[in-house]
């Protein structure tokens, strides 16, 4: 009895809960259900359940909507950008961690006062340095760029946790005559996998989603990323609302795949940088 | 005629020398380790930061001619400029009210999934989704939401016998800032709510016990147990909000574009217009307003930073 009082209690609160679920889940339902739903199917009754399962609308846009060549660019950027910033941010969070040098906390400010440059700081002579370099509207300048705007979030959050392994085991390895770039190879990387699993999986999504530099920095259609291609299409076609859904859904899959696999990881990366 | 080039007439024991301290530097882990990092960090974020610098007091015409004007483009900033100054009225609506509503919201989510509902873990998974999109996205969802004639707001409303409330959110300049807010607010609680929910999990349960032996209502728990334990973690998460929130530009610029008439301009949107909308090719001007807004939120983060948590250090 009491406990189903208790119970009644808490409708207001379970009732809530459910709402901000709808409110937060229902979108991506109803794009799913529009991505495959023609467009006159969409203005007859946008909330209606697909009737038929109009998959070659994914046919379509993959080649007639250029969304392959899209798909391609924001893969080859994001993976290129993830690893090198990986491997240059790994190597400098262990040399700030491990070594006492002349110039340690000098660099330290440097690198990690990345943190607080705001993108419009650099967006504008940036458009200028890749035009002098020839780097301007290809993919190898957006790479850099984004190794460059990631290295100081990543350094971050690798040298925090890089700090916090033993120094015996170091001495260990120094006594049983590991080189420099073996210690760091056999014993710092392995031990700090977890950390490093974190900023791949940080990068990866913001990378992915990144659009400012992006806009700025590619004109050609046959170089846009994911989200510039999604921007260029609507842009177009603003009453095709059909295949819009479609683009959209084509840029969501792949996180909403990777995210119910690896929820507890994506959201512990996602929130990494913000717990000190 | 050129001067002859004074490189043939370095001796030979400074090629020897510059070769040795060469190789001792290959030598050099820390060197190694730190080179490309330093390489690509100054290049690309040191250089253009400082150039964007250079380029605030200057008037960048076609075929690269940089004009030195000094402190002129500050001066038409502060004092001819409107479009200015109604960017940074939006923007600082939007990051006071914002932030404001994000932190709180965030709070009120954890504690809704703290108060022990059942499927806690599921909710939380689905209402971190939205952090992991991306703005466009996000963006173009959202003004299909607020659709006049098919979006789903309107069509609640309807339903809900409020056809009066019936409105073109984003079209009307006096709703579209908000409506702007809302979808960003709706975004980013997710964030919020995971953070707060894994400090108040860490919160030592005994201090919430003897909240409840003292009979301390749950509001009274929330303002004088909750709030201050979490000090820390909130001001942590103020700075970031507003931070993200000060440089706002993808979903203003998918949404609104800084329009109808303004009303949704913020700073950096208007930056990205002045640089490659406006056809004027003067990099100066926009950089000018760049470092403006740069040291604006510098000073805000150092100001908050210190102000919220001087109080950091609570006796239990």
Known sequence: ?276 | MMAPSKSTEIPAGWIRASLARARQACQNPVLVFLAPALLIYTGFIVYPVLRTFYNSVHVLRPHNILEFVGFRNFAELFRKDPVFWTSVRNTAIFSVVGTIADVAGGLLLALCLFAKVPLARAWRVVWFTPVLMSYVVVGIIWVWIYDYDWGVVNLVLHWLGLGALEHSWLGDPSTALWAVMVTHLWKWLGFNMIICLAALYALPGEVLGAAELDNCGWIAKLVYVIVPMLRPTLVNLLVLSFIGKMMIFDLVWIMTGGGPLWSTETVSTYVYKRAFDWNTFDLGYPSAIAVVWSIIILLFVVLMTRLLSQREKLEF
Not at chain 1, 61 to 69: F, I, P, R
Not at chain 1, 218 to 228: A, F, V
Request: hydrophobic share 55%; aromatic share 14%.
């Open chain 1, 1 to 276: 009895m009491t406990l189903w009082i208790a119970h009644l209690r808490r409708t207001p609160l379970l009732l809530f809960i459910v709402l901000y679920t709808i409110a937060t889940g229902g979108p991506f339902v109803w794009v799913a259900s529009m991505s495959v739903r023609t467009t006159p199917e969409i203005f007859a009754n946008p909330y209606a359940l697909p009737v038929h399962l109009h998959w070659n609308k994914f046919m379509d846009a993959w080649t007639t909507s250029n969304y392959g060549t899209y798909f391609w660019n924001s893969t080859i950027v994001v993976v290129t950008a993830v690893a090198a910033v990986t491997v240059i941010g790994a190597m400098a969070a262990h040399c700030l961690a491990r070594y006492r040098f002349r110039g340690r906390r000098t660099v330290r400010f440097l690198i990690l006062s990345g943190l607080v440059v705001p993108p419009q700081l650099l967006i504008l002579s940036l458009f200028q340095i890749l035009l002098d370099y020839r780097l301007y509207n290809s993919l190898t300048g957006l790479i850099i760029v984004y190794v460059a705007t990631q290295l100081a979030m990543t350094v971050y959050i690798l040298e925090g946790f890089f700090a916090q392994i033993p120094q015996d085991l170091f001495d260990a390895a120094r006594m049983d005559g590991y080189s420099d770039f073996e210690i760091f190879w056999r014993i710092t990387l392995p031990i700090g996998l977890a950390a490093i699993f974190t900023t791949v999986t940080l990068n990866f999504i913001i990378l992915w989603n990144e659009f400012l530099y992006a806009v700025v920095l590619l004109t050609d259609d046959t170089k846009r990323t994911l989200p510039l291609g999604i921007m260029h299409f609507m842009g177009g076609h603003q009453l095709d609302v059909g295949m819009i859904a479609t683009g959209l859904m084509i840029a969501i899959l792949p996180v909403i795949l990777l995210y119910a696999f690896f929820s507890e990881t994506m959201i512990k990366g996602m929130t990494a940088g913000a717990v000190r």
